[in-house]
T-cell receptor
Framework: GAVVSQHPSRVICKSGTSVKIECRSL??????MFWYRQFPKQSLMLMAT?????????EQGVEKDKFLINHASLTLSTLTVTSAHPEDSSFYIC?????????????FGQGTRLTVV | AQSVSQHNHHVILSEAASLELGCNYS??????LFWYVQYPGQHLQLLLK??????LVKGIKGFEAEFIKSKFSFNLRKPSVQWSDTAEYFC??????????????FGSGTRLQVQP
């Protein structure tokens, strides 16, 4: 099956710094990628939809200036958590679907555990 | 707002017991349905999916799910669980006609613990 690679898998940063998370589709092109956030023992909450070559679409309540998304190519989307604070500590997961294909599942990265100290 | 509900938050079973995990969604239109599994320390993997056709869907590792439109349900079943089935299970939905660009909406997840 298709592979989505996410990096880093774990990151610890100081409060006030920025952290970039990369999401790559390794063997397929993804016009659209999705960023989710998962709190402990809770579900995955969609943060934003990343569209190649255009602005991301953010879900209600997600600060676009804090969570910067760049989808510069058909195989790479990045999420930058700017001026991170301890409440941003969470598990971030990216997902991608096959370009132009309907009725297909989503493929997921292994997730990034962010800890802000 | 549309939602996906998984009523079983934590299920503990002995090996060889039968499993049924509930999933309900609140949307009256077209839906595409999925079950994903997340083993400890690993990424989400697809167990099975339903888009159309036979409402009884067979997946990997002996799992199956039945789409009952009148009940807005897509319950996951396995006749005999194994210790290796210990994991977190997520039901997910794409609401509305699929364009290939829609995100999945997830349920809260069910933690399954199988005791040897």
């Amino acid at each position: 099956g298709a592979v989505v690679s996410q990096h880093p898998s774990r990151v610890i940063c100081k409060s006030g710094t920025s952290v970039k998370i990369e999401c790559r589709s390794l063997d397929f092109q993804a016009t659209t990628m999705f960023w989710y956030r998962q709190f402990p023992k809770q579900s995955l909450m969609l943060m934003a939809t990343s569209n190649e070559g255009s602005k991301a679409t953010y879900e209600q309540g997600v600060e676009k200036d804090k969570f910067l998304i760049n989808h510069a190519s058909l195989t790479l989307s990045t999420l930058t958590v700017t001026s991170a604070h301890p409440e941003d500590s969470s598990f971030y997961i990216c997902s991608a679907r096959l370009q132009g294909a309907r009725n297909t599942e989503a493929f997921f990265g292994q997730g990034t555990r962010l800890t802000v100290v | 707002a549309q939602s996906v509900s998984q009523h079983n938050h934590h299920v503990i079973l002995s090996e060889a017991a039968s499993l049924e995990l509930g999933c309900n969604y609140s949307y009256g239109g077209t839906v595409n349905l999925f079950w994903y599994v997340q083993y400890p320390g690993q990424h989400l993997q697809l167990l099975l999916k339903y888009f159309s056709g036979d409402p009884l869907v067979k997946g990997i590792k002996g799992f199956e799910a039945e789409f009952i439109k009148s009940k807005f349900s897509f319950n996951l079943r396995k006749p005999s669980v194994q210790w290796s089935d210990t994991a977190e299970y997520f039901c997910a939905v794409i609401i509305g006609g699929d364009t290939g660009r829609r995100a999945l909406t997830f349920g809260s997840g069910t933690r399954l613990q199988v005791q040897p």
